[in-house]
Nanobody, 115 residues
Framework: QVQLVESGGGLVQPGGSLRLSCAASGFIFSINVMGWYRQAPGKQRELVATITSGGTTNYADSVKGRFTISRANANKTVYLRMNSLKPEDTAVYYC?????????WGQGTQVTVSS
């Protein structure tokens, strides 16, 4: 049974930082491309960052230079370090494989950037 469990969200002021974690189980994590996605209120879910099994990363233009995706294959965990947060980063953040497997969605973790 596949599980993706996100954690680390919270309320942060503009300019602040957070680190999100996603613990995976039930599939061979190390060989899969993983991604962080987010969904803001009233908007479609969007891809934020991806990381290959070998550690190659890609980012949406809106977060490039501010967010860093990383992974620890031994722990089956993918991380998202978010710096210089902006109010427009407010969303529920999810991890999933790339491409998405719809039945793998977890509960997500809420990130709210507000003063």
């Amino acid at each position: 049974q596949v599980q993706l469990v996100e954690s680390g969200g919270g309320l942060v002021q503009p300019g602040g930082s957070l680190r999100l974690s996603c613990a995976a189980s039930g599939f061979i994590f190390s060989i899969n491309v993983m991604g962080w996605y987010r969904q803001a209120p009233g908007k479609q879910r969007e891809l934020v960052a991806t990381i290959t099994s070998g550690g190659t990363t890609n980012y949406a233009d809106s977060v490039k230079g501010r967010f860093t995706i990383s992974r620890a294959n031994a722990n089956k965990t993918v991380y998202l370090r978010m710096n210089s947060l902006k109010p427009e980063d407010t969303a529920v953040y999810y991890c999933n494989k790339v491409p998405i497997v719809a039945r793998y969605w977890g509960q997500g973790t809420q990130v709210t950037v507000s003063s």
